[in-house]
């Protein structure tokens, strides 16, 4: 079965190293038909005197922040109304596209469109899952949303699932389903 060696500068942290090991795992098993304990991975670390490109020393980049992390960061600034927050996570031609909502630009064009819909929503997070197209990090939450109509009444148990792209620790696109009109519909 696959043994796999990455060769790093010193400086990165033992959890840094453990996202990294968990990913060359999953790109194996993408693959390799084996199970996880069957792939090896081996992280070798150089002192960054014992490196050099071009003829010249060079300083390792900081590692990327986790996606998953990035994300619940930004879906709790949105749950707690800290527009600020969450808008200095977002990067250039930033899009999210919402049921029956495609193409909103900022944060302004969402809350003035969910206005009508519902006094407010939070979520209930069932899992988070990520992983890398290209330059692209993508990551999906999962979970139910709960909150109030319009009128005060009481919801729950809604399913949801959001998918994010972020390119250089900064999202991107924003993607939504739910089952929120098929819960209102059953009500009406």
Not at 134 to 162: H, K, N, Q
Request: glycine fraction near 8%; charged fraction near 25%.
């Amino acid at each position: 079965m696959p043994i796999i060696e990455a060769h790093l500068l010193e400086g990165y942290s033992d959890a840094e190293k453990e996202r990294l090991a968990r990913g060359l795992t999953d790109a194996a098993l993408m693959v390799v038909p084996a199970t996880p304990d069957a792939i090896t991975v081996m992280i070798h670390e150089m002192p960054g005197a014992h490196y050099m490109r071009g003829g010249l020393r060079r300083q390792g980049a900081p590692a990327r922040p986790d996606p998953c992390e990035t994300i619940r960061d930004y879906l709790a600034a949105m749950e707690a109304r800290d527009l600020p927050r969450a808008e200095a996570m977002l990067g250039a031609g930033f899009v999210m596209n919402f049921p029956d909502a495609p193409n909103l630009k900022t944060l302004a064009e969402l809350i003035a469109w969910a206005k009508p819909r519902y006094r407010f929503v939070k979520k209930t997070y069932d899992k988070f899952e990520a992983f890398q197209q290209g330059m692209v990090s993508v990551v999906y939450s999962m979970g139910t949303l709960y909150g109030e109509w319009p009128d005060g009444t009481p919801f729950a148990g809604i399913r949801f699932i959001d998918r994010f792209e972020m390119k250089n620790g900064q999202i991107t696109r924003q993607d939504v389903w739910n089952d929120m009109a098929e819960v209102r519909a059953k009500l009406a």
